[in-house]
């Protein structure tokens, strides 16, 4: 659950302790009576916030099937219809409405309109306070957008200020440009829905994959580059091999996902984007190591197709997921192998 600047605003599920109930989410500003029957409030300052639920599963139909009760346990409606019991939805029947031209994972998605940025900023500057110590620059905004609404010249040079930052950010859609630097080309970040102030690594993430969670809810490691440094490309073999002992340490759960060059999934005949912990198939090696290959022509053994995540025959990005991670994802002591090209 984060705000309007996708920072954190609660703690919430079996890593806090929190108990099964209903918790209200309420605006700052909201002076309302608490009902009773509320497990916990939780409140944010922007005007929109975005709840994205998740359920862990095993990568099988039993399982997908075994869930859905879980699921539909999970709901959220206004507090004038809250009575104190358990309402249940049947998600398995919500309406689907597809993702339109936007998510065909042909290209990279464009949420941002250079030429309208400067137009919707007064609205978002409404709908988001300032955090302490950004109130001068708010004010210095606000002075840009009234001198651009006197002067047509300083509207236009506006506007080419967001077309030329469009092109810089573009950068920051490839995960090796931005984070922290850890071994064998990986890299991560520290500050993931806590981002306060940091407006370069908000940014990186919101142009590359927003909403993430915060580093001790989920440490992210991403990569585009093999052991040697050359870019991913699946139209080659990798290898990715976990020593015995070695596997994410987590209390959650982790997971190895491939993407296209625009962050999409690969479409594939196995319908397999990614491997890990859900995965109860996976083929260990008789000292117990575990290694993931990646990419290449399907495999014709069973013990490697098992373990083997489709990639795009062009480049493609690895991205490593930690659940609820251990000290030694957090600290730095456990970082993900290298990925070596066959």
């Known amino acids: 659950m984060v705000d ?10 079996k890593m806090y302790g929190t108990a099964p109930g ?3 989410l309420a605006p700052a500003s909201w002076d309302g009576e608490v009902p009773d029957g509320i497990a916990g409030v939780f409140r944010f300052d922007t005007r929109v916030g975005v709840v994205i639920p998740r359920v862990f599963l095993d990568d099988t139909d039993e399982d997908r099937a075994e869930v859905q009760a879980l699921v539909n346990q999970i709901s959220m409606y206004p ?4 009575d104190g019991t358990l309402k249940v939805v049947d998600w398995a029947a919500a309406p689907s409405f597809g993702g339109g031209s936007s998510s065909t994972g042909d290209s990279e998605t464009q949420w941002v309109d250079p030429d309208a940025f400067f137009d919707a900023l007064p609205a978002v500057l409404d709908e988001v306070p300032p955090l302490p110590g950004e109130q001068g620059l708010y004010d210095w905004f606000r002075a840009l957008l009234e001198a651009a609404a006197r002067d047509e010249s300083v509207a236009d040079a506006l506007r080419q200020s967001a077309r030329d930052a469009d092109q810089v950010v573009a950068e920051l859609f490839e995960f090796r440009n931005y984070g922290l630097p850890v071994a064998d080309h990986w890299t991560t970040q520290r500050s993931g829905a806590r981002f306060g102030t940091d407006y370069l690594m908000r940014t990186a993430v919101g142009k590359s994959n927003i909403f993430v969670n915060t580093p001790n809810e989920t440490t992210y490691f991403y990569q585009d580059l093999d052991a040697e440094g050359q870019r991913l490309d699946g139209s080659r073999t990798y290898t ?5 002992g070695s596997l994410p340490p987590v209390r959650g759960f982790w997971s190895l996902t491939v993407y296209n060059k625009h962050h999409f999934f690969h479409p594939n005949e196995l319908d397999r984007y990614s491997l890990g912990t859900k995965n109860q198939h996976l083929v260990l090696a008789d000292d117990g190591s575990l290694t993931l290959t990646v990419g290449g022509p399907r495999p014709t053994d069973e013990a490697t197709l098992a373990n083997w995540l489709p990639a795009p025959a062009d480049e493609f990005t690895l991205y490593l997921r930690a659940y609820w991670p251990d000290p030694a994802v957090l600290d730095g002591s456990w970082t993900p192998p290298a990925v070596l090209r066959d």
């Open 4 to 13: 309007q600047r996708t920072d954190s605003f609660v703690e919430l599920g």
């Open 240 to 244: 990715v091999t976990f020593a015995a």
């Open 22 to 24: 209903h918790y209200l």
């Open 79 to 82: 507090l004038e219809e809250f």
